[in-house]
C-alpha cells in the first residue's frame, strides 16, 4: 500500500513537472483577459508558457476574431527559475520594439531595461475628449529609461522617466496636415509622475505641466497657432478648450485637466 502512494505521488509530481515545462502559450490567453477585464488578449498564441510568441489583441468580435493592437508579434524567452522567484524575461518584437526588453527581478522588485515601442495614433482617441472628437493619426512612440518597479499591496510603485512623442500629428477636423510634433515626458516617483508637454514643430503649438497621482490626471496647459495660422486653425482651436486672450493680443488656449 505504501508502495502504491509513493507510486502515485512520483506520477503526480511527473505529471505536474511535464504540464509545467510543456504549459502552452494559447493557455496564457485566458490568464490575460481575466486580468485585463477582457481589454487584451493573446492573439494566435504559440508556443509555451518558456518560449513562445503572440501578437497583442483587444477583445474578440462577435465573430471570434480577434484584431491586433499593436504591429507584430511579440517573442518571449521565460527562465524556468521564475517558479523559485527568480524573474528572468525577454521580450522582442522587431516591428515594434526598437531593441528586445529584459524584464528582471524576484517576487516584488523588477527592473526594466531601456527601449521604445511603437504604438497606434488611433489609440489616443480611447483618453476620451477631446481626443476622440479630434481622431488624431501620425506616428506615436513611447520610449523609457531603466524603469524600477516595486509591488506595494495591490499597487505597482514606478521609478525612471518615460516619453511619449507623437511625430506628425493631423485630425480629420483640420485641412492641414500635419498639425506638429509633441513630446510629453512623465519622470515617476512611485505612484506619482510629473509630466511636461511641448511642441518640436509645426503649426498648432502645445504647452503645459501636471501630474499623475494614483491614477488622476491634472494638467494645465495651453494651445495656440503659430504665426499666419491663426485662421485656418481657428475652429479646430475652439474645439480645444476656452479661448483666453494675453498681453499681447493674442488668443491662446487653455488646457485644463483635473
Given at each position: ?11 503526480l ?56 493592437l ?133 503649426p ?5 505641466k501636471?501630474?499623475?497621482q ?6 494645465s ?21 476656452q ?16
Amino acid at each position: 500500500m505504501r508502495r502504491s502512494l509513493l507510486w502515485l505521488l512520483a506520477a503526480l509530481l511527473g505529471a505536474a513537472a511535464t504540464l509545467l515545462l510543456f504549459f502552452p502559450a494559447a493557455w496564457m490567453s485566458s490568464m490575460v483577459e481575466k486580468q485585463t477585464g477582457g481589454r487584451l488578449t493573446l492573439g494566435d498564441a504559440q508556443g509555451t508558457l518558456w518560449r513562445g510568441s503572440a501578437f497583442i489583441g483587444g477583445a474578440a468580435s462577435a465573430g471570434g476574431a480577434v484584431t491586433p493592437l499593436l504591429p507584430g508579434r511579440f517573442a518571449w524567452k521565460l527562465s524556468p527559475l521564475a517558479l523559485a522567484g527568480v524573474v528572468d524575461l525577454e521580450l522582442a518584437n522587431e516591428q515594434a520594439l526598437a531593441q528586445p526588453v529584459n524584464f528582471n527581478g524576484g517576487w516584488t522588485q523588477w527592473r526594466l531595461s531601456p527601449s521604445a515601442l511603437l504604438l497606434p495614433a488611433d489609440g489616443l482617441a480611447g483618453l476620451g475628449a477631446p481626443l476622440n472628437t479630434l481622431a488624431p493619426s501620425g506616428r506615436v512612440k513611447l520610449s523609457w529609461t531603466t524603469l524600477e518597479l516595486a509591488l506595494q499591496g495591490d499597487r505597482v510603485d514606478v521609478n525612471g522617466r518615460t516619453t511619449l512623442e507623437m511625430a506628425d500629428m493631423s485630425s480629420k477636423l483640420s485641412p492641414i496636415k500635419p498639425l506638429g510634433t509633441y513630446q510629453l515626458a512623465l519622470d515617476w516617483r512611485g505612484q506619482q509622475a510629473q509630466l511636461e508637454l511641448h511642441s518640436l514643430k509645426g503649426p498648432l503649438l502645445l504647452s503645459g505641466k501636471g501630474s499623475l497621482q494614483n491614477g488622476r490626471l491634472q494638467f494645465s496647459g495651453q494651445a495656440q497657432a503659430a504665426d499666419g495660422y491663426e485662421q485656418t486653425l481657428g475652429n479646430l482651436l475652439n474645439l480645444l478648450g476656452q479661448r483666453r486672450p494675453t498681453s499681447d493680443g493674442k488668443n491662446i488656449i487653455a488646457l485644463e485637466f483635473r
